[in-house]
């Protein structure tokens, strides 16, 4: 298994910024991809951004341009950095880590909101 725990989340002004973190343990040899995804009120669970192995990275059209993921392989941790937050991306974010080709874990969520 794969453990993920996220930190980072808070409160921010529109146009603020903030990074989020998700520490990994466990199998963490057989990780082939990790990503980022959010809950809104109301609404359905969406990627926000990925990261592969192999360091490829792909991003929700909303985000392009404003969030950076990045993972740490030394730390064991990986990063998502929200620039020019907007009221819209108000929403609860998930870590995820999908191994072994066919496992995903999740973490418990951090708290992003973002006032006008």
């Known amino acids: 298994q794969v453990q993920l725990v996220e930190s980072g989340g808070g409160l921010v002004q529109a146009g603020g910024s903030l990074r989020l973190s998700c520490a990994y343990s466990?199998?963490?040899?057989?990780?082939?991809?990790m990503g980022w995804y959010r809950q809104a009120p109301g609404k359905q669970r969406e990627m926000v951004a990925t990261t592969t192995s192999a360091g490829n990275t792909n991003y929700t059209d909303s985000v392009k341009g404003r969030f950076t993921i990045s993972r740490d392989i030394g730390k064991n941790t990986l990063y998502l950095q929200m620039n020019s937050l907007k009221p819209e991306d108000t929403a609860v974010y998930y870590c995820?880590?999908?191994?072994?080709?066919?496992?995903?874990?999740w973490g418990q969520g951090t708290q992003v909101t973002v006032s006008s």
């Open positions: 995820n880590a999908f191994y072994l080709s066919r496992f995903n874990s």
């Open positions: 466990g199998i963490i040899f057989n990780i082939n991809a």
